[in-house]
Every structure is written in C-alpha cells, then in structure tokens.
C-alpha cells in the first residue's frame, strides 16, 4: 500500500512537472512578466554580451502609431538560433510599468500574452523550433508616457538565455525626455567615414571588441546631431567642442558615472577649472552602458538652441574635438587622468562623415622633446666624441683659421644650446607658466638649461692654451659638460613619461636606454685605442706617445687627448670608421624615437 501511494506521488510530480516544461516550451509565460526571468530553477542569466539585435522602425510616435519591434541574431558565429523569447514594452522612466500592446505579425512563431492585466501587452513563442528573427508590431497606447523602451528575454535553452535585453528608446512627438535608458548594445566603429564621423584612440580601434578604445561619433539627425561616446573610466568619460586646441571657453558633455548608472550632462569650461555644469536641459534621448569598466552613453542635441542657452555652440559649425576621461567622486570630476586627444584638425560637426585623428600631445610638447632629444643623445654626444678623440685629426688643414676639430666642436656645440634654449621656452608657452604637476622633471630641466649657457660663457673667458692655470678651465669644462649630460639623460627619461608626451613604454624607455649605452660603448672604445689597448694594423706608431703623456703631470692631455701632433694613420681612419659607424647607428635610433614622438 505505501509503495503504491509513493508511486502516485512520482507520478503526480511528473505531471506537473512535464506540464510546466510543456507550457514553457509554448510560451505560455505569463508568471515570467514581472522579472521576465525564465522559471527553469536551473542557472543564472548569461552573463555574455547577447549576440542579438533589437530594432524599431521609428523612434518616435504619437499616440495610436504602431511602430514594428525586429528581434533578430546579430552574428553568425556558435549558434545562430533561438528557442524562446519575451518581448515587452515599458515606461522609460519606470522601467516597471508595462506600456501598450502588441499585434502579431507571425503567428505561427509567436503569440500575445496577458501581462499586467493587460491582453495582448507581451509577445511569446509558440514552441521551442530554431529561430532567428520574429517581429511584431506595438501599438502606442493614448495614455503613453514620453518615451518608451522595449525589452526582450531570450533563450536558446534552459541553460542558456539571456534577461532584459534593453532594447531601442522611442520618444512621443513633441514631448521632451529627460530619463536616460539603458543602451541595448555596444558602439560600434562600423560606418566611421560613411554614415557618421568618428574620432578613435588608438586609430582605427573598435569599440565593440576593444574595451581600451575610447570613441566618439556623431551624425546629423534631421535638426539634430546624436552622439555616441565611450572608453574605459573609472569615474567619467568627456568630450568638447572647442575654437582652437587650447582648453578654455569650451562646450563641454559628460558622462558621469554614478555608482551602476550614468549622468549624462552638459558643461562648460572657462579655463583650466573644473567644468560648470549647464542648468538647462539640452539633451534629448539619452541612453547609457556600463560593461567591464567601460562607460557607454549617447544623447541628441538640437543644432541650434536658444539664446538662453549661454556657452553653447551652435552644431552647424567647425570645432576641434576634445576627448578625455578621469575619475569621478561624488559626481564630481577630478582632472582627467591622460591628456585629452585633440582631433587634427576642426571637424564639421553636421557635414559629410569624416574619419577622424587626433593627437594627445600638443604640437609645442612634440617639439619640445624632439629639440631636447636632438641636443642631448645627439649633437651633444657627437661633439664631446670630436673633443675628445680628434684633436689630432687633419692637422694641416683648418676651416676659418680654426682647427677642424674645433670648429665641429663648437659647431655642435652651438647648436646643442640653442635647441635647449628653444626647447626650454616651449612648455612655459604651452602652459602658460609653471607646470606644478609635471613632478621634478621641470626642475631638472632648469639645471640642464643653466649648464648649458655656463659652458659657452665660460669658454669665452678661457686662458691661453699655455697659460700656467688653464687646467683649472680644462677642469671645470670637463666637469660642468658631464655633469649636465648627465642631468639632461635623466630629464630626459622622466619627459618620456610626462602626461602630455607620453610615449609607449617600456619601448621608448628601451630605446633610450641603449643610445645612452652605445654612446659609452663607442667612448670605451675609442678610449681603449687611444691608450694603445687596441692597436690597429701594424702602422700603430702611436703606444709610447700615449704611455708618456698617461704618465705625464699634463692633466689636460690625459682627459681630452695625448698629442695634437699624431700623426694621420691607419688609428685615424680606425676613429673615423667608428664615428661614422656610431652616428649612423644613433642617427637611426633618435630618427625612431622622433617618429614616435610625431605619432603620439
């Protein structure tokens, strides 16, 4: 008796049970309206981005207009079905209310529901078959509220399906909205150049797949422009419409985030300040999306506003854009965290669809670095070799009554300071003044350029070269010139990682790390033939000559060179191979680091 009443309880559990997977498998959802959560009991919602496509025909309606919902794949990749889906249509601003109803386009795939004590308010399957689009039309009720988003739920079976797949916003004619949505889909670069204008960092990344590209586009929409922005933030993500490419008097937008919403707004900034958030309500449809640390968001804004409307421009212009990010504390922005990308050139923000590039260090900063590399891995380097190792060098031959040797020595010299000197000037031109967040790179650079007018002044005032205390200038030239070739390399390795010359490291740390080694490569070996560790060819007639004066009290000699009256020989052509061989080889390297520096 008790084994046949537990077999009647199977059987009844059974029932049941195949009962709900049947009704399930119809459709037949109506205790999912609410959450529209699929009652499997058996796994949580997908948490990958849903690989299908939600579009409207309109995205805006008056009351009674019936506007056509597509549910379709997005990609052919896995599996390119569905099972079963929900479709349902709710208040934007609260996302809780069920708005509207539905007519039926394919019956024999889908079917009306009763949500909300309202027939007809959601759309079903009718059974489990493969799909991969259905569509269905939706008709704008009298009482409907400004704007409204669709929402979907699909399954492609009981382990897998997707919840509140927020879909397209649509906006009642005449009614201004004010509630931002939530996006449906990721941006895409799909369409830069041809049916919206697009500026990306790095070039040409997607947005859609890259989460480290931040992104705008723009396109004009009748009399309005929508605007689509994203990158990854912590706290916010920006951009401006600007005159020119200083940062001041800008139409600036944010999209703020808010702990797991967005605040999209306007803004505008006088200066290098905080932005001053508008007042006024310009912004139309917007929408927003928070994935894996990026932030999404999108917004329609009139051409032209009303004069009201103070420090804002009018779209029908050509503006430099600005785009930047940062961190956010308490909807407040802090200052962005990576100088801001500033397109080439300015865009026509309501004319054809460009492509856009831009750059995140400003062209006085480009200069900058590129002068002071020139100077001190380059000239600099050059004329020290000459001083030191080519005093002997073409002995009868002068240029301007000067020895050769002397004359490329102050040559490069020359041009040493004046490429520090202009290079030193730029950034206070570029900033306006000092910069307080530049760390001790600017301090180090105030010693470099103070080094470099000393050697020049104190050349001038040089004694005779037989002059009983001329070792003491000897000395100080010496010493001074190291010691701001020294300073400089290391100023120079902090410049590379200045927030507005940031070049991609650890490559261009790299770079610089081996000019600095093969410049004290080329030294040792220079020095080890100059001492007569090195000799070259059995014509070397040079080894007593440098043991004597290495051992001579002529301190001048033993820090720049051993004899002025060597002799040309096969050491000569020895050292010039070598000089030709090291510029050739730091020319390359510098030519790298400035394509770099023009590409940053």
């Not at 997607?206 to 989460?211: C, E, I, L, R, Y």
């Not at 600017?442 to 000393?454: D, E, K, N, Q």
Request: aromatic letters at 10%; hydrophobic letters at 40%; proline letters at 5%.
């Amino acid at each position: 008796m008790e084994v046949l009443m537990n077999m009647r309880i199977v059987l009844l559990l059974l029932s049941v049970c195949s009962e709900t997977v049947f009704c399930f498998s119809r459709g037949k959802v109506e205790v999912a309206c609410g959450d529209m959560t699929p009652q499997h009991g058996v796994s949580d919602p997908s948490t990958k981005d849903p690989p299908f496509n939600i579009i409207a025909d309109k995205s805006q309606f008056s009351p009674g207009d019936e506007i056509k919902v597509t549910l379709s794949m997005a990609s052919s990749e896995g599996k390119h079905y569905f099972k079963g889906f929900l479709i349902e249509a709710r208040n934007a601003g609260d996302l809780n209310e069920i708005v509207g109803s539905f007519k039926l386009i394919s019956p024999d795939i889908s079917q009306l529901l009763k949500c909300d004590n309202k027939e007809g308010s959601a759309v079903s399957h009718t059974s489990d078959s493969h799909k991969t689009e259905v569509q269905v039309i939706w008709v704008a009720p009298s009482d409907s509220p400004s704007s409204v988003q669709f929402l979907v739920t699909v399954a492609r079976g009981y382990k897998e399906f997707w919840v509140k797949i927020p879909g397209p916003v649509v906006s009642q004619n005449g009614i201004q909205t004010t509630t931002s949505t939530i996006l449906s889909r990721l941006f895409t670069s799909e369409g830069c150049g041809s049916s919206k204008s697009c500026l990306r960092d790095p070039e040409g990344c997607d947005p859609q797949n890259d989460t480290a590209c931040h992104f705008l586009s723009f396109s004009a929409l009748g009399s309005s422009v929508m605007f689509e922005l994203s990158g990854s933030a912590e706290g916010y993500v920006s951009f401006a419409l600007s005159q020119d490419k200083w940062m001041g008097n800008d139409d600036v937008y944010l999209c703020i985030r808010d702990t797991n919403r967005v605040d999209i707004k306007a803004a505008y900034v006088s200066g290098r300040t905080h932005p001053i958030i508008s007042s006024q309500n310009i912004l139309k449809d917007t929408a927003w999306r928070l994935s894996d640390g990026v932030i999404q968001c999108s917004f329609r804004r009139d051409i032209h506003l009303p004069p009201e409307n103070l420090n804002r421009f009018n779209l029908d212009q050509k503006y430099y854009l600005f785009m930047a990010h940062g961190r956010a504390e308490d909807g407040r922005t802090h200052r962005h965290d990576r100088q801001p990308l500033i397109s080439t050139y300015r865009a026509a923000i309501t004319g054809p669809p460009e492509d856009l590039t831009g750059s995140r260090s400003p062209l006085l900063i480009k200069y900058h670095g590129a002068f002071m590399l020139i100077a001190w891995t380059s000239t600099v380097s050059a004329g020290v070799i000459m001083a030191r190792y080519f005093k002997p060098d073409w002995p009868e031959r002068n240029i301007l009554g000067q020895k050769v040797w002397f004359q490329l020595h102050r040559m490069l010299m020359t041009i040493t300071v004046l490429l520090t000197l202009v290079g030193f000037v730029l950034p206070f031109m570029y900033r306006g003044g000092w910069s307080k967040r530049a760390g001790i790179h600017p301090y180090l650079g105030c010693v470099v350029m103070a080094l470099a007018v000393i050697q020049p002044v104190m050349a001038l005032f040089r004694p005779a070269p037989d002059a009983s205390r001329r070792y003491i200038f000897n000395w100080m030239h010496f010493g001074t010139g190291t010691v701001a070739q020294v300073v400089a390399v290391i100023t120079i390795f902090l410049g590379t990682h200045q927030q507005a010359l940031s070049l991609p490291a650890p490559w261009s740390t790299g770079v610089l790390a081996f000019i600095l080694v093969w410049f004290v490569l080329a030294n040792l070996v220079l020095e080890v033939h100059r001492r007569g560790f090195l000799p070259i060819g059995k014509y070397f007639k040079n080894v007593k000559i440098y043991t004597e004066h290495i051992n001579s009290d002529d301190k001048e000699e033993v820090v720049f060179v051993p004899d002025e009256n060597e002799t040309y020989s096969v050491e000569s052509c020895f050292k010039n191979i070598v000089l030709a061989i090291y510029l050739c080889v730091n020319l390359g390297f510098l030519t790298t680091l400035l394509w770099t520096i023009s590409a940053v």
